[in-house]
């Protein structure tokens, strides 16, 4: 379910398109507009979209324009983090059972603040047990709230409980989004065990192709399909 980046020489339309969860989380988003990500989704060939769990069920294609299923991806705990890790767990076995292939989990970034990393492994953990391990589970440390020392310990805290991924942030956090600075730490700390996925203020060509090339191996996108046309534009 993880992986490791390789750079971005040389990354085609369909490459990069499959490093993107297409994303719509703004809470005054409507069921109309969450359809119509699914289709500009599967149009363009991302490898998941991703909603608010109150959007589950999805109808997903069967298959997008290279032959790969489209998956879905939710949130829980979203985007504060500051919920009981039961009502995470809970939260996080509704979207599994409502057809999530993927869930994005936020730790409590203030237990990472106080350094209380055996709380924070046990959050994860309780989480992971609701998620079977046949679906991944992105685990969102809000690295522009962390120092570089927190984002290590909120990485192997992460490996540690069984995740599949380490995210960067929610997009929501006034401290701000991804940075190539912390995907490179959370990189070379989990060392290929788990993937890494940038999100957060990734609205450009270059944005992208940058978090790709310090360890990205997912992107958490909303204009998802405006860098894609950059691309287009270059060919």
């Known amino acids: 379910m993880s992986g490791t980046g390789s750079g971005s020489t040389g990354l085609d339309r369909a490459g990069l398109a499959r490093f993107i969860d297409h994303t719509l989380l703004k809470p005054e988003a409507t069921r109309a507009d969450v359809d119509a ?6 149009a363009l060939g991302v490898y998941a979209v991703c909603v608010s769990p109150s959007f589950l069920p999805l109808t997903v294609p069967d298959a997008g324009p290279e032959g790969t299923a489209l998956q879905v991806a939710t949130v829980c705990g979203f985007p504060s983090g500051k919920h009981h890790s039961a009502i995470k767990a809970a939260e996080a076995a509704r979207s599994v059972a409502d057809g999530a292939d993927e869930v994005d989990m936020v730790i409590d970034v203030g237990a990472a603040k106080a350094g209380a990393w055996e709380y ?3 959050d994860i953990e309780t989480v992971r047990a609701a998620v079977p391990a046949d679906r991944v589970l992105k685990v969102i440390i809000e690295s522009a709230a962390l120092t570089d020392h927190e984002i ?6 992460s490996v540690a409980a069984g995740a599949d991924f380490v995210k960067t942030s929610t997009g929501f956090h006034p401290a701000g989004g991804a940075s190539a600075r912390a995907v490179s730490i959370m990189s070379e700390t989990v060392g290929g065990r788990l993937g890494v996925k940038a999100s957060g203020g ?3 060509l270059a944005d992208a192709l940058t978090m790709i090339d310090h360890g990205a191996t997912r992107l958490g996108m909303s204009s998802g399909a ?8 270059l060919a």
Do not use: F, Y
């Open 120 to 122: 924070v492994q046990l």
């Open 202 to 204: 990734i609205r450009t």
């Open 37 to 42: 990500l699914v289709a500009e989704g599967a």
């Open 226 to 233: 405006a860098v894609l046309a950059e691309l287009d534009a």
């Open 152 to 157: 290590v310990e909120a990485c192997r805290a």
